[in-house]
C-alpha cells in the first residue's frame, strides 16, 4: 500500500521559513495537499493541488511538488501557526495521509 | 457558509456497531462526494471511506468489512457504520466534504475542503 513519510517535528524562530516535507513513491504524479490542525480542532485545507492556497489562508502558506519530496513552506513562521500539519495524496481512488509533522515555532 | 455536525453516542461496548450522523447545514447533499476520517487520541489521521447520493462508496482497504456508509438526501445527512468494534476504534471522528475533480490525465485532483468538528468516539466496556 502507499505511503507518504512526513518528519515527525519541525522547528523555527518566528520570522524564520519552516519547511515540512512528504515523501512518497512517485509523489510527483500526484496532487498533493496539506492540512494545518491545532489542538482540540478539525484540520483545516491550507494548501491543495501542490501549490494553490484557500481562500483565506494567508500567503505565507505556500506548497511545492516537482518530485520527491513536496514541501510546505511557510515564509515568516508566526506563533499561530504552531500545529500539526498533515500532507495527504490519493492513490488508487483511497485517501493516504502522511503520519504528521508538528510544528513548533519558538 | 456550510457547516458539517457529527452526532453519535460517544461511547460504544467492544463488538458492537458505531453509528454515527452528519448533518450537512446548507446546500445539496447530493452535489458532492463524503467522507469520514478518524484520529485516535494522540494520533495522526485515518481515512474511512467516502459515499456520494448515487450510491457509489469506496472504503480504506484495511477497514473494508467493518465499514458502511450512506446518505439520505430527504435529510441532508450522511451515515458511517463501523461493525466489531474494539478498543482500537477510539477516536475523533470527523466527516469531511470532497472538492475536486479528475484533470486532464485522469490524475484524481481531490481535496477536503469542509470538515465537521468532530466527535469522540470511546470503545469500552
Known amino acids: 500500500s502507499y505511503e507518504l513519510t512526513q518528519p515527525p517535528s519541525v522547528s523555527v524562530s518566528p520570522g524564520q521559513t519552516a519547511y515540512i516535507t512528504c515523501s512518497g513513491d512517485?509523489?510527483?504524479?500526484?496532487?498533493v495537499c496539506w492540512y494545518q490542525q491545532k489542538p482540540g480542532q478539525s484540520p483545516v485545507l491550507v494548501i491543495y493541488q501542490d501549490t494553490k492556497r484557500p481562500s483565506g489562508i494567508p500567503e505565507r502558506f505556500s506548497g511545492s511538488n516537482s518530485g520527491n519530496p513536496a514541501t510546505l513552506t511557510i515564509s515568516g513562521a508566526q506563533a499561530m501557526d504552531e500545529a500539526d500539519y498533515y500532507c495527504?495524496?490519493?492513490?488508487?481512488?483511497?485517501?493516504?495521509f502522511g503520519g504528521g509533522t508538528k510544528l513548533t515555532v519558538l | 457558509q456550510v457547516q458539517l455536525q457529527e452526532s453519535g453516542p460517544g461511547l460504544v461496548k467492544p463488538s458492537e456497531t458505531l453509528s454515527l450522523t452528519c448533518s450537512v447545514s446548507?446546500?445539496?447533499?447530493?452535489?458532492?462526494?463524503w467522507s469520514w476520517v478518524r484520529q485516535p487520541p494522540g494520533k495522526g489521521l485515518e481515512w474511512l471511506g467516502y459515499t456520494y447520493y448515487s450510491g457509489s462508496t469506496n472504503y480504506n482497504p484495511s477497514l473494508k468489512s467493518r465499514v458502511t456508509m450512506s446518505l439520505d438526501t430527504s435529510k441532508n445527512q450522511f451515515s458511517l457504520k463501523l461493525s466489531s468494534v474494539t478498543a482500537a476504534d477510539t477516536a475523533v471522528y470527523y466527516c469531511a466534504r470532497r472538492q475536486g475533480y479528475y484533470d486532464s490525465s485522469g490524475i484524481p485532483l481531490w481535496y477536503f475542503d469542509l470538515w465537521g468538528r468532530g466527535t469522540l468516539i470511546t470503545v469500552s466496556s
Open positions: 446548507s446546500g445539496s447533499i447530493s452535489t458532492y462526494y
Open positions: 512517485r509523489l510527483g504524479d500526484k496532487y
Open positions: 495527504q495524496v490519493w492513490d488508487s481512488s483511497t485517501v493516504i
